[in-house]
């Protein structure tokens, strides 16, 4: 045998070896255990440069179609997820808890300021002023007809025997004048509701409606609800969903948050070893060993079995067992 065919041999065992290996739990089980204790004490964050992660995040965020190319994923997902939720008996109350509805409404409670801009954006808005006009309108039309506050106007009191077709004839022009009148003092009225909005949603009156809105929805039932929209609502969402999604995280706005979100979470594993963080998220070597390791044994089979583990592998090695060196020791190793 001479050296090319010795160093073609030797690569076929190793990649057979390997194959073997990476389907083996224990071997998963060492090399997460191993790794760990490589790491030892040194800090998270440290492994990582956060300028060159967050540059590589934007980019993606700025040039990649992530969600969008994922659609026929998430809509068949996300079918299937609507599917099994409509069989599930789950209530309101069984998801979120009484204690932790509790503590979102704490934390809720705070925002006051934002609370009463919310109010002031919604009542200024064109939609709520023509409606609120329109409203009123119709109050004092209904009123005039139905409370024959016409009836002592000279005149009309005849009429009144005719029906409200006839009242309604009788006043004649005063319809426009009403309606100006009140396009002209729709904001006045709406600062009003507004501070009256304000004084009546207190901490504690938005505590008792949270908590009345709550035992009312607690033992309701999602899938209920679910079974009364339409059956292509996946269908129809998804699409736009995911062409939202992109968008978004293309502006400007989002690009900058994720950046800052990137350099404030390494900063933060700077105060974190490896060992410790595993520790405080409830992992142990145990656990790695029951659940982790023999996942990761078996998905190397799966790539096994659909012939993709043998090429990965073979690129991972590399060119050593066709390069000279190699072929100079094993050259040596036959006696030239």
Same mark, same amino acid.
């Given at each position: 045998?001479? /050296?090319?065919?010795?160093?073609?041999?030797?690569?076929?065992?190793?990649?057979?070896?390997?194959?073997?290996?990476?389907? #083996?739990?224990?071997?998963?089980?060492?090399?997460?255990?191993? =790794?760990?204790?490589?790491?030892?004490?040194?800090?998270?964050?440290?492994?990582?440069?956060?300028?060159?992660?967050?540059?590589?995040?934007?980019?993606?965020?700025?040039?990649?179609?992530?969600?969008?190319?994922?659609?026929?994923?998430?809509?068949?997902?996300?079918?299937?997820?609507?599917?099994?939720?409509?069989?599930?008996?789950?209530?309101? =109350?069984?998801?979120?808890?009484?204690?932790?509805?509790?503590?979102?409404?704490? #934390?809720?409670?705070?925002?006051?300021?934002?609370?009463?801009?919310?109010?002031?954006?919604?009542?200024?808005?064109?939609?709520? *002023?023509?409606?609120?006009?329109?409203?009123?309108?119709?109050?004092?039309?209904?009123?005039? &007809?139905?409370?024959?506050?016409?009836?002592?106007? %000279?005149?009309?009191? !005849?009429?009144?025997?005719?029906?409200?077709? !006839?009242? @309604?004839?009788?006043?004649?022009?005063?319809?426009? %004048?009403?309606?100006?009148?009140?396009?002209?003092?729709?904001?006045?009225?709406?600062?009003?509701?507004?501070?009256?909005?304000?004084?009546?949603?207190?901490?504690?009156?938005? /505590?008792?409606?949270?908590?009345?809105?709550?035992?009312?929805?607690?033992?309701?039932? %999602?899938?209920?609800?679910?079974?009364?929209?339409?059956?292509?609502? $996946?269908?129809?969402? $998804?699409?736009?969903?995911?062409?939202?999604?992109?968008?978004?995280?293309?502006?400007?706005? *989002?690009?900058?948050?994720?950046?800052?979100?990137? &350099?404030?979470?390494?900063?933060?594993?700077?105060?974190?070893?490896?060992?410790?963080?595993?520790?405080?998220?409830?992992?142990?070597?145990?656990?790695? *060993?029951?659940?982790? /390791?023999?996942?990761?044994? !078996? @998905?190397?089979?799966?790539?096994?079995?659909? =012939?993709?583990?043998? %090429?990965?592998?073979?690129?991972? &090695?590399?060119?050593?067992?066709?390069?000279?060196?190699?072929?100079?020791?094993?050259?040596? /190793?036959?006696?030239?």
């Amino acid at each position: 045998m001479n /050296a090319a065919d010795l160093a073609a041999a030797l690569r076929a065992a190793h990649v057979a070896h390997a194959r073997e290996r990476l389907q #083996q739990k224990t071997y998963w089980q060492t090399q997460l255990d191993d =790794g760990v204790k490589a790491l030892g004490k040194t800090p998270v964050g440290a492994l990582v440069d956060a300028e060159v992660l967050a540059t590589v995040v934007d980019d993606w965020l700025a040039q990649v179609h992530t969600t969008r190319g994922l659609e026929p994923v998430i809509l068949q997902v996300a079918e299937a997820v609507r599917r099994r939720a409509i069989d599930e008996p789950a209530t309101v =109350g069984e998801l979120l808890e009484e204690h932790h509805f509790e503590a979102i409404l704490a #934390q809720a409670l705070r925002l006051k300021p934002l609370r009463e801009k919310a109010i002031h954006a919604c009542l200024n808005h064109p939609l709520v *002023s023509d409606m609120v006009s329109e409203m009123l309108y119709t109050g004092i039309k209904n009123f005039l &007809l139905e409370e024959n506050a016409l009836a002592k106007l %000279p005149g009309v009191s !005849s009429m009144m025997k005719l029906g409200r077709k !006839s009242v @309604g004839r009788a006043m004649g022009g005063l319809e426009e %004048p009403i309606r100006d009148y009140l396009r002209h003092n729709i904001r006045a009225t709406l600062r009003t509701g507004e501070q009256w909005l304000n004084a009546q949603l207190t901490d504690r009156r938005i /505590a008792e409606l949270a908590r009345d809105g709550y035992r009312r929805l607690a033992p309701l039932r %999602p899938a209920d609800a679910l079974r009364q929209a339409p059956d292509d609502l $996946v269908a129809q969402t $998804v699409p736009h969903a995911v062409v939202i999604a992109d968008e978004a995280a293309r502006l400007e706005y *989002s690009r900058a948050l994720v950046n800052a979100g990137v &350099l404030a979470a390494v900063q933060a594993l700077l105060d974190h070893d490896l060992p410790g963080l595993l520790k405080a998220m409830g992992t142990t070597p145990k656990q790695r *060993s029951k659940v982790l /390791a023999p996942a990761l044994a !078996s @998905g190397a089979r799966v790539l096994d079995e659909q =012939g993709v583990l043998t %090429p990965w592998i073979e690129n991972a &090695l590399g060119d050593f067992y066709d390069s000279e060196a190699c072929r100079g020791v094993l050259q040596e /190793a036959l006696g030239g």
